[in-house]
Each structure stands twice: as structure tokens, then as C-alpha cells.
């Protein structure tokens, strides 16, 4: 997309925003632009999900407008200056709400959108989430240039160049930890040098002298975990020293506040020197334990239940991920990325992909003439082979009901058969998160060689794709499902018949069109609903 469409973009979604004194903040991950909103009521969500560039829109914690891969990068950066131009101009107006107006406006939102979303526990999954997704993009160029670096090594070829590369990709897996305290004391509310100070203890060389619990420490010992514990305990600690108050919480008491004439002296040094020493005398133990228990467990059970393992992963994913829960996976592949050098998680978790796009080719041959189904899937169906699977789950297979379980049908099916091949000690891994589908191939690694990693995740695909399809085609619609949905569009049949009278008989019979997100539709003036049905 070049500069002038990305402007484009940013300027067609900003007003639909309710513009920018709406817009609180403005950040992307992968696929998506997220954004924090002052009125949420004056979001236009159905003109939003019009505009071309906009696969789907998604209501979290933020409110998530998906663009996809690499257009995200380039739209953002234009939707932050367009905010900020428009704050300037906007700078002198006269407000039309007083401060306590906006307070209480902003009190009752923020209790709504609590009420809706805001459980504890996907709270905290939120927040590892924001710890490790902007990490994702160092991830992928690191696993990228590694693969590259290992077929060069296999094939013996630039051998004056591989150990340039190695160093490159190795780089930022060695100091992760640091860039994880960093985030997580910045997610906590801390300073975020002080959680990347602390974690840094982990990977330094020097631990290697210390002793603690009867063995010696060894350099990266606990890994992402443990930076995480070290953070947040650093951020308690900083919180503490300047103020009283824990993170999340209300302001308690005054004691303990380092007097403010020497704050910049003794709360840095007491925050680094107290979440320092239990680290390395209590954290660095305690995480190496628990990564190394992941590790062993995630092997375990692929060794040993793989067909099962990856049936039940593949099948569960898609519904995971309407939940949030998978951000709680995002840890845990990193721990295995550190460990063995790949998840061998993530090709299984892939599988849902396959299932939703063998799933979507199946929609689109039964709804042969649901010309706006069908244009949804062949505008969303090439970002659904690269592993963004957005637009096909909110834009066809979740409003329709039974085919997004036959979508989950087709993912467990392909990680049934990646986990068998895991189990007969044929295991497929990745060297970084955030990719799938056909992105997922040059981050691809395994224990047997890179041909017979590549085929078995191929074959997952391939298998996914398929009984994802078939699974849709004979059992993803009801008798009567199919009689509502398979309808051609009002458009055309206001082409097909221009006078004022009725077609006559014999002339092919035309339907309106189906909107795929509201499931409405308009027939001789009447409105009627189609409702998901459910499995």
C-alpha cells in the first residue's frame, strides 16, 4: 500500500472514530490498530467495516480495527499524526462538556466496559499480552535470519558469512529478558529501565558464581519468567518507596514514602538492590524450575498423547482465542522458543487456520448465490492462507454458527495429525510466534531435518483444509439454513428487473442481499433476521 493510501486509510477510519479528541490512544500489534476511545457511543461501526482496507473490527479492552499484516505498520503511524494534528486544531475550540462532566462520563464508560470485560483473570492475560506481543516483530526477523543461517550451515555454503548471521539471530534471544522486564515494569506502572536493570541480572555471565539453594546459578537460568517475576517485583518496590501504594491499587498509607529531597537517590538504588537479590537468591531458582517443568511437560505430552494432544489443541484453539485465553499460551512458546530453540506448540495451534479456511471454501460452494458471502471469502480467503484469520471467523464462519464448529472440526484434525508424527519422534516446531498458516514455513525447525518438517506441517495444512471442508459442506448448514443464505443480491435483482412490475414467471428468482455481520436482510420492503444456529 503506498504513503498516499495509508493516509488514506488513516483518514477514512479517524472520523468514523468519533475523531480525535475521541481518541485516547493509538498502538498496533500485528494484525490490528488498537485504540483507546473517550466515547465509545460514537463509534460508526457498521461504516467502519465498509471501508476496503478494514477486514473487521474487534470490541477488547481497546477497540481493535483490523487491517492485517504489514498494512498495520504503515496506517498507524498516519492515524497517530492525523490525532495529533486534529487535537491541534481542535486545541481552541471551547469545550462543550465541563471537567466534571467529562469525568463523569468517563467513570460511567470505564464501569461499562469493566462490567462487560473486565474479569481478573482476563485482566492479567491482557497484560501479559501487552508484555510480550510488541516483542513479536524481533521474534520473526531473528527465527527468520536463524532458518536462513541453518540451511546455509546444512548446505555448507557462505561459510564465511553463517557466523555473522548466526550472531544476528542469536542477539536478541540472549538479552530477551531484559526487553520482558522492560515491558512489564512499563505494563505495572513502573519505571521501565528499572524492570529491564533487574532482569538483566539474569542473563549476566557473572551469576554463574553464585550459589543458591545448593547449585550454582547459571546465566538465563528462570528465562522470561523470571524477568517477568523480577519486574513486577521491582515495580511493587518503586511503587512503595515513592508513595505507599501497590500497583492496581488504592493510596494506603504515607509510611514507607522516601522523602522526596533524595528520591532519586534511594529509590532507584533500593528498588535494583531489593528485587536484585530475590532474584538471584529466590527467582532465578524458582522460574528455572517452572520453565524447565514446561518444557518437560510439553514434550511429555506430545511423546507421549501427540494425536490427542494435537487433536485437542487444533480443535480448541479457534474458541480459545474468541475467549482471550490464548494469550496465556504467548509465555509459554516463549519459554520453549528459549529452551529447545522452537515451540513445538505452535504448528498444532496453526491447525485452527487450516479448519477455518477449508471451512470458508466449503461456505462458498454451498452459497453459490450469496453474492455478498462470497465476496467477504474471496476478499478475506488469501489472508486466511497466510495465517490471519480475522476476517473469516467474524466475517463468515462465527455469524453462521455451525460452520465455525466445523472449522474447529478441521484444526483438530490437522494438529491430530502434526501430534501423531510428534509422538512416533518427528516433532515440528517453530522459532518464533506470531506467524501461521503458509507464513509459518521459513520459521519452521525440527529434530529430523528440515524437509521432513516441512512436509509434516504441510501435510497438517493439508489435512486441516480438507476435513475443515468436507466437515462444512455436509454438516455446516441445516435445510433451512441453506434455504434463507443461498440467495442472489437485491442489486441484482433490481438489474435483472428495472420496471414497476413484478418479473414474470419463469424468470430466475432474486434475493436481497444478506449483511454477514448484522444477519439482516430486506425482502419487498420487509425486514427479516437470520440467526445463527446453533450445534
Same mark, same amino acid.
Given at each position: 500500500? &503506498?504513503?498516499?493510501?495509508? #493516509?488514506?486509510?488513516?483518514?477514512?477510519?479517524?472520523?468514523?472514530? *468519533?475523531?480525535?479528541?475521541?481518541?485516547?490512544?493509538?498502538?498496533?500489534?500485528?494484525?490490528?490498530?488498537?485504540?483507546?476511545?473517550?466515547?465509545?457511543?460514537?463509534?460508526?461501526?457498521?461504516?467502519?467495516?465498509?471501508?476496503? &482496507?478494514?477486514?473487521?473490527?474487534?470490541?477488547?479492552?481497546?477497540?481493535?480495527?483490523?487491517?492485517? $499484516?504489514?498494512?498495520?505498520?504503515?496506517?498507524?503511524?498516519? !492515524?497517530?499524526?492525523?490525532?495529533?494534528?486534529?487535537?491541534?486544531?481542535?486545541? $481552541?475550540?471551547?469545550?462543550?462538556?465541563?471537567?466534571?462532566?467529562?469525568? &463523569?462520563?468517563?467513570?460511567?464508560?470505564?464501569?461499562? #466496559?469493566?462490567?462487560?470485560?473486565?474479569? $481478573?483473570?482476563?485482566?492479567?492475560?491482557?497484560?501479559?499480552?501487552?508484555?510480550?506481543?510488541?516483542?513479536?516483530?524481533?521474534?520473526?526477523?531473528?527465527?527468520?535470519?536463524?532458518?536462513?543461517?541453518?540451511?546455509? /550451515?546444512?548446505?555448507?555454503?557462505?561459510?564465511?558469512?553463517?557466523?555473522?548471521?548466526?550472531?544476528?539471530?542469536?542477539? !536478541?534471544? &540472549?538479552?530477551?529478558?531484559?526487553?520482558?522486564?522492560?515491558?512489564?515494569?512499563?505494563?505495572?506502572?513502573?519505571?521501565?529501565?528499572?524492570?529491564?536493570?533487574?532482569?538483566?541480572?539474569?542473563?549476566?555471565?557473572?551469576?554463574?558464581?553464585?550459589?543458591? !539453594?545448593?547449585?550454582?546459578?547459571?546465566?538465563?537460568?528462570?528465562?522470561?519468567?523470571?524477568?517477568?517475576?523480577?519486574?513486577?517485583?521491582a515495580t511493587y518496590i518503586e511503587k512503595w518507596c515513592r508513595n505507599g501504594v501497590s500497583p492496581g491499587r488504592a493510596k494506603s498509607r504515607a509510611w514507607g514514602r522516601v522523602p522526596e529531597a533524595v528520591d532519586v537517590l534511594v529509590t532507584p538504588t533500593l528498588t535494583v538492590l531489593i528485587s536484585g537479590l530475590v532474584t538471584i537468591f529466590g527467582l532465578m531458582f524458582l522460574a528455572g524450575e517452572i520453565s524447565t517443568g514446561i518444557g518437560t511437560a510439553a514434550n511429555w505430552l506430545l511423546d507421549n498423547t501427540g494425536a490427542f494432544a494435537g487433536l485437542v489443541l487444533g480443535g480448541l484453539f479457534l474458541p480459545l482465542v474468541m475467549l482471550g485465553l490464548h494469550q496465556a499460551l504467548i509465555p509459554i512458546h516463549t519459554t520453549l522458543i528459549e529452551q529447545q530453540g522452537y515451540t513445538v506448540l505452535l504448528p498444532i495451534l496453526a491447525m485452527a487456520g487450516a479448519g477455518q479456511v477449508g471451512c470458508a471454501i466449503a461456505v462458498f460452494k454451498r452459497l453459490k448465490h450469496n453474492k455478498s458471502i462470497r465476496t467477504t471469502i474471496k476478499s478475506a480467503l488469501p489472508a486466511g492462507f497466510?495465517?490471519?484469520?480475522?476476517?473469516?471467523?467474524?466475517?463468515?464462519?462465527?455469524?453462521?454458527? #455451525?460452520?465455525?464448529?466445523?472449522?474447529?472440526?478441521?484444526?483438530?484434525?490437522? *494438529?491430530?495429525?502434526?501430534?501423531?508424527?510428534?509422538?512416533?519422534?518427528?516433532?515440528?516446531?517453530?522459532?518464533?510466534?506470531?506467524?501461521?498458516?503458509?507464513?509459518? !514455513? $521459513?520459521?519452521?525447525?525440527?529434530?529430523?531435518?528440515?524437509?521432513?518438517?516441512?512436509?509434516?506441517?504441510?501435510?497438517?495444512?493439508?489435512?486441516?483444509?480438507? /476435513?475443515?471442508?468436507?466437515?462444512?459442506?455436509?454438516?455446516?448448514?441445516?435445510?433451512?439454513?441453506?434455504?434463507?443464505?443461498?440467495?442472489?443480491?437485491?442489486?441484482?435483482?433490481?438489474?435483472?428487473?428495472?420496471?414497476?412490475?413484478?418479473?414474470?414467471?419463469?424468470?430466475?428468482?432474486?434475493?436481497?442481499?444478506?449483511?454477514?455481520?448484522? *444477519?439482516?436482510?430486506?425482502?419487498?420492503?420487509?425486514?427479516?433476521?437470520?440467526?445463527?444456529?446453533?450445534?
Amino acid at each position: 500500500m &503506498a504513503p498516499d493510501k495509508n #493516509r488514506a486509510t488513516a483518514a477514512a477510519i479517524l472520523p468514523l472514530v *468519533g475523531g480525535a479528541q475521541n481518541v485516547t490512544s493509538v498502538a498496533h500489534c500485528m494484525t490490528r490498530l488498537r485504540l483507546g476511545l473517550a466515547d465509545r457511543s460514537l463509534v460508526q461501526d457498521e461504516a467502519l467495516k465498509a471501508l476496503p &482496507a478494514v477486514m473487521g473490527v474487534v470490541e477488547d479492552d481497546t477497540y481493535q480495527i483490523v487491517l492485517g $499484516p504489514g498494512t498495520v505498520a504503515r496506517v498507524t503511524p498516519e !492515524f497517530e499524526a492525523m490525532v495529533a494534528e486534529g487535537r491541534t486544531e481542535a486545541a $481552541p475550540a471551547e469545550h462543550t462538556l465541563t471537567a466534571e462532566e467529562l469525568a &463523569a462520563q468517563g467513570t460511567a464508560i470505564k464501569e461499562a #466496559r469493566k462490567q462487560k470485560n473486565a474479569t $481478573p483473570f482476563k485482566l492479567f492475560l491482557r497484560r501479559i499480552a501487552n508484555i510480550f506481543v510488541p516483542l513479536i516483530p524481533a521474534l520473526i526477523g531473528c527465527g527468520i535470519i536463524a532458518g536462513i543461517n541453518g540451511l546455509l /550451515v546444512n548446505l555448507e555454503w557462505l561459510p564465511a558469512i553463517t557466523p555473522a548471521l548466526a550472531a544476528i539471530a542469536s542477539g !536478541f534471544m &540472549a538479552l530477551i529478558a531484559v526487553f520482558v522486564g522492560f515491558n512489564t515494569a512499563k505494563e505495572f506502572g513502573g519505571t521501565p529501565i528499572l524492570g529491564g536493570a533487574v532482569a538483566a541480572i539474569i542473563v549476566y555471565a557473572g551469576v554463574a558464581n553464585i550459589t543458591a !539453594f545448593g547449585q550454582k546459578l547459571s546465566p538465563g537460568q528462570g528465562g522470561v519468567l523470571g524477568a517477568l517475576g523480577a519486574a513486577v517485583l521491582a515495580t511493587y518496590i518503586e511503587k512503595w518507596c515513592r508513595n505507599g501504594v501497590s500497583p492496581g491499587r488504592a493510596k494506603s498509607r504515607a509510611w514507607g514514602r522516601v522523602p522526596e529531597a533524595v528520591d532519586v537517590l534511594v529509590t532507584p538504588t533500593l528498588t535494583v538492590l531489593i528485587s536484585g537479590l530475590v532474584t538471584i537468591f529466590g527467582l532465578m531458582f524458582l522460574a528455572g524450575e517452572i520453565s524447565t517443568g514446561i518444557g518437560t511437560a510439553a514434550n511429555w505430552l506430545l511423546d507421549n498423547t501427540g494425536a490427542f494432544a494435537g487433536l485437542v489443541l487444533g480443535g480448541l484453539f479457534l474458541p480459545l482465542v474468541m475467549l482471550g485465553l490464548h494469550q496465556a499460551l504467548i509465555p509459554i512458546h516463549t519459554t520453549l522458543i528459549e529452551q529447545q530453540g522452537y515451540t513445538v506448540l505452535l504448528p498444532i495451534l496453526a491447525m485452527a487456520g487450516a479448519g477455518q479456511v477449508g471451512c470458508a471454501i466449503a461456505v462458498f460452494k454451498r452459497l453459490k448465490h450469496n453474492k455478498s458471502i462470497r465476496t467477504t471469502i474471496k476478499s478475506a480467503l488469501p489472508a486466511g492462507f497466510l495465517g490471519v484469520g480475522e476476517p473469516l471467523i467474524y466475517g463468515v464462519s462465527l455469524p453462521l454458527g #455451525r460452520p465455525f464448529v466445523t472449522a474447529c472440526v478441521g484444526g483438530a484434525a490437522g *494438529g491430530a495429525f502434526v501430534g501423531f508424527f510428534s509422538m512416533i519422534g518427528d516433532k515440528v516446531g517453530s522459532t518464533a510466534i506470531g506467524p501461521s498458516g503458509w507464513a509459518l !514455513f $521459513p520459521l519452521l525447525d525440527g529434530n529430523k531435518g528440515l524437509g521432513l518438517t516441512i512436509a509434516i506441517y504441510a501435510g497438517g495444512l493439508l489435512v486441516g483444509y480438507l /476435513v475443515g471442508f468436507f466437515a462444512t459442506y455436509f454438516f455446516g448448514f441445516s435445510k433451512q439454513m441453506l434455504t434463507d443464505l443461498n440467495t442472489d443480491t437485491a442489486e441484482d435483482a433490481a438489474a435483472a428487473h428495472t420496471g414497476p412490475e413484478p418479473a414474470t414467471v419463469g424468470e430466475p428468482a432474486k434475493a436481497p442481499r444478506l449483511d454477514p455481520d448484522t *444477519g439482516t436482510a430486506r425482502v419487498d420492503g420487509t425486514e427479516i433476521t437470520v440467526r445463527a444456529v446453533e450445534p
